[in-house]
Nanobody, 131 residues
Framework: QEQVVESGGGLVPPGGSLRLSCVVS????????IGWFRQAPGKEREGVSC???????RYADSVQGRFTISRDKAESTVYLQMNSLQPEDTAVYYC?????????????????????????WGPGTQVTVSS
């Protein structure tokens, strides 16, 4: 069965860190891109980071330099290390899969993650940054 499950969320103070995990089942990390997304209350879901063999690692401008994506193929798990967390990072974080980090199509130049082209969404994990 093809599915992804996120974990690792929690409550941290501003400046704190968390590591999120996305366990992938039924999909090979050699062939699929895994993206991290987040949705804050009252806001649209947005792409945060993505990793794939073809695209490498990509980050949204808002998290560049603070978040690091990585993967363990043996464990079929993708991680999102989040440092220097700020209240605006508060959201439900999701992972999902697609052929490429841009979605169904590959672009040589950086291209936004097309959220509607990602599939196999997990239930999400809540990240709250508050003092």
């Amino acid at each position: 069965q093809e599915q992804v499950v996120e974990s690792g969320g929690g409550l941290v103070p501003p400046g704190g860190s968390l590591r999120l995990s996305c366990v992938v089942s039924g999909l090979s990390l050699d062939y699929y891109a895994i993206g991290w997304f987040r949705q804050a209350p009252g806001k649209e879901r947005e792409g945060v980071s993505c990793i794939s063999n073809i695209d490498g690692m990509r980050y949204a401008d808002s998290v560049q330099g603070r978040f690091t994506i990585s993967r363990d193929k043996a464990e079929s798990t993708v991680y999102l290390q989040m440092n220097s967390l700020q209240p605006e990072d508060t959201a439900v974080y999701y992972c999902a899969a697609a052929l490429y980090c841009s979605g169904n199509y590959y672009y040589a130049d950086p291209h936004p993650m097309v959220i509607d082209e990602f599939d196999h969404w997990g239930p999400g994990t809540q990240v709250t940054v508050s003092s």
